[in-house]
């Protein structure tokens, strides 16, 4: 399985300016970076996969048709996310009949997430506590802590794409942290723990 | 629950925000609160195990979809109306035109790639005037060839780029290879492509033409690197003339400073009318055996003529050169299509075998 590479480490001008002389290689370069984070970044708006899977798909098809533009876009990361929650939004909107100003703030989001029994740098235990742990946090801070840790995203990007301050971005950090905190001290006090160490 | 100030160190300290300050505090206060030690480690173990994040997992089916919903309405051609004649219809020379049976100028050749020898040769492929070629490039790529026009390529294309030489006019068909870039030398201007569809008119004496059809070009000068790149987008054509596709004067003291800002003003790109279907284009008409003309001054339209039909034409007084005409031939000969010119715009014409003379009528 690839290494999730942080979406900040990458120079997008390069696929930019490919994409924008019709290189479909670097599309689909563009494309398996960023399809599976669009669609679970669109799934946790829209609570639907295959509608996220069509999101995302709509945003790329507009992408490929508007190429010859695609260079005069600053931030593609961002650009990239805002449509997905846009595209999101509006299908919210007609589905719903109301505009949801707060999309986030529903009490149950189930992010998609693979549960396959990995190896992971800590005891599977620890692991799933502290997943646990992020699945029950507050939605709009919980989207926060997804889009920082999983998409590696900047708190400026992460401002940009949600529409808030970094101030509130840096504040739902913190809490996602605390949270978790009493989550995984909670079970300190209850079950004795296996710290897998791996050098 | 842990401090405030210990969540706020690990947010930062996670995410990347931190600033050195910040990172070294977090360090500091590992030391001095060994009872938090075992979470902040369990919490960048689990925030640098990423597994359970499934990336790169290739959606074929999905980019496939995408490709195809994307390119449903990028078609250019076989959508429009065509409006060949339409426009020409009242104009009296075409009664004249109507000529049936009469074999149209131009041969169409079609040459086969030559067998690559170990060593890439230039090959050379030649249109006379009155004449046209098509060829088949290495990769695949088509070239048209108009009349007195010559074209320069490797029998291979095993370099970093495919690379031609083009003096006239041609049209081509490029074989997409992102790898390889197509690139077109006309005249001091390089023209570099990425799988398209595009026509380069490049006769000595003339500006330089480009007009593109499908795909992106990118056109640059080769002996001018201050010379800023023009992108081509579809149905954009670009027009160098050609003092500026002349070489550059060797010595800098000649042209002054200025001289750059001026050259990229005067390279005109225009749009052109995409509505009009591919066979009905002025650019490419000389493709379907047509030859057409639109508000061209008879100078420019005799060097038009003369590579059509191969014949030279002699203007023995200045005013006639500047008779304009809109029209287009197809199976005229010579002496028919003066006619119906001449019955356009008066003059008066001898045709000696191949010269002509034009002179007004007075």
């Known amino acids: 399985m690839e290494q999730n590479v942080n979406v900040n480490k990458i120079d997008f001008s390069r696929w930019q300016r490919e994409i924008a002389f019709g290189d479909d290689n670097a599309f689909r370069k563009l494309f398996d970076h960023f399809a599976e984070r669009l669609t679970n970044f669109s799934f ?52 719903f009949h109301e505009v949801n100003t707060d999309p986030f703030d529903f009490v149950n989001i189930q992010l998609s997430t ?68 009493e989550k995984v001290k909670l079970s300190f006090d209850t079950f004795p723990l296996k710290v897998a160490r791996k050098r | 629950m842990i401090q405030e100030e210990l969540a706020i160190l690990l947010a930062r300290n996670l995410s990347g925000e931190a600033t050195n300050e910040e990172k070294l505090s977090l360090e500091e206060w590992v030391k001095e609160h060994p009872e938090d030690q075992l979470f ?113 390529y490797e029998s291979d294309f095993k370099g970093a780029s495919r690379e031609v030489k083009l003096e006239g006019e041609a049209f081509f068909d490029v074989v997409k290879d992102p790898s390889k870039p197509f690139i077109v030398h006309a005249a001091t201007i390089d023209i570099k492509v990425l799988g398209t569809s595009f026509n380069v008119k490049a006769y000595e004496e003339e500006s330089v033409e480009t007009t593109l059809y499908r795909g992106l070009v990118n056109i640059t000068k080769s002996d001018d690197d201050s010379f800023k790149p023009i992108i081509l987008y579809p149905n ?96 005229e000969n010579v002496s028919q299509a003066l006619r119906a010119l001449s019955t356009a715009n008066s003059f008066n014409y001898k045709i000696h075998s191949n010269e002509i003379f034009i002179s007004s009528k007075k």
């Not at chain 1, 899977?53 to 507009?62: P, Q």
């Not at chain 1, 401002?159 to 950090?173: C, F, K, P, R, Y």
């Open chain 1, 44 to 95: 946790s708006i829209t609570r639907n996969k295959e509608i996220a899977e069509e999101i995302t798909s709509e945003v790329f098809v507009k992408v490929w048709k508007n190429r010859e533009k695609i260079q005069e876009i600053n931030n593609l990361n961002t650009y990239l996310y805002k449509a997905a929650k846009n595209t999101s939004l509006n299908y919210l909107s007609r589905k």
């Open chain 1, 114 to 181: 693979n549960e396959s029994p990995e190896q992971h740098l800590i005891s599977n235990e620890i692991f799933k506590k502290i997943s646990d742990a992020v699945e029950s946090l507050p939605p709009k801070c919980k989207i926060i802590f997804k889009l920082v840790r999983e998409d590696g995203l900047k708190y400026q990007d992460v401002a940009e794409i949600l529409n808030i301050s970094i101030n509130t971005v840096d504040a739902q950090m913190v809490i996602a942290i605390k949270k978790i905190s």
């Open chain 2, 40 to 152: 902040i480690e369990l919490l960048i173990n689990y925030w640098n195990d990423k597994t359970e994040i499934s990336d790169g997992v290739p959606h074929d089916e999905l980019f496939r979809r995408i490709m195809a919903s994307a390119e449903k309405d990028n078609t250019v051609t076989g959508k429009f109306e065509v409006k060949r004649h339409e426009r020409f219809k009242s104009l009296k020379w075409l009664a004249a035109a109507a000529f049936i049976g009469i074999l149209t100028m131009g041969i169409w050749l079609i040459l086969p790639p030559t067998s690559s020898p170990v060593q890439p040769q230039i090959q050379e492929i030649v249109a006379a005037k009155g004449e046209k070629s098509q060829i088949v490039l290495p990769d695949g790529t088509k070239v048209w060839l108009n009349g007195d026009s010559k074209l320069f």
């Open chain 2, 236 to 331: 954009q054509k670009v027009i160098v003339p050609r003092r500026i596709v002349a070489k550059q004067p060797a010595d800098d003291e000649i042209a002054p400073r200025h001289a750059t800002v001026d050259i990229r003003k005067s390279v005109i790109v225009q749009q052109i009318d995409s509505a009009i279907a591919e066979p009905g284009r002025i650019e490419t008409a000389w493709m379907y055996n047509r030859l057409e003309f639109r508000g061209e001054d008879f100078e420019t339209l005799a060097a038009k003529l003369e590579r059509w039909y191969n014949v030279k034409i002699v203007f023995e007084d200045e005013n006639v050169k500047k008779l304009n005409f809109n029209g287009s031939f197809e199976k």
